[in-house]
């Protein structure tokens, strides 16, 4: 079986291009575009998610504070933190 993801990013053309990747390979894949929206996912689901992908940049609230909200709802949360800043 394999794991569900919650991938965070605002790019759209990115997010949809790494949602599609990785449903190809066969993960369930959960979508959001700002911080507070992956936050109130994983209050939702705390347990769901395998794996947090979250890009840092994101508007409101960035991906470190983000990642840190996350982890105050579940510790054993794992976050793949990336930037595709120059």
């Known amino acids: 079986m394999l794991h569900t ?4 990013d ?4 990115l ?3 790494t949602q599609k990747a990785l449903e190809n390979k066969g993960y369930t894949v ?4 700002t911080g507070e929206e992956a936050i109130n996912q ?11 992908i979250l890009d840092h940049g994101l ?3 960035n991906g470190a504070e983000t990642a840190q909200e996350l982890l105050k709802i579940n510790s054993d949360l794992y976050i ?4 595709t800043s120059a």
């Open 30 to 33: 959960h979508i959001a575009i």
């Open 10 to 13: 605002d790019d759209l053309l």
């Open 42 to 52: 994983v209050k939702a689901h705390s347990h769901l998610f395998a794996l947090v």
């Open 5 to 8: 993801i919650l991938l965070v």
């Open 59 to 61: 508007p409101g609230k």
């Open 80 to 83: 793949l933190m990336y930037s």
């Open 15 to 17: 997010l949809n291009t």
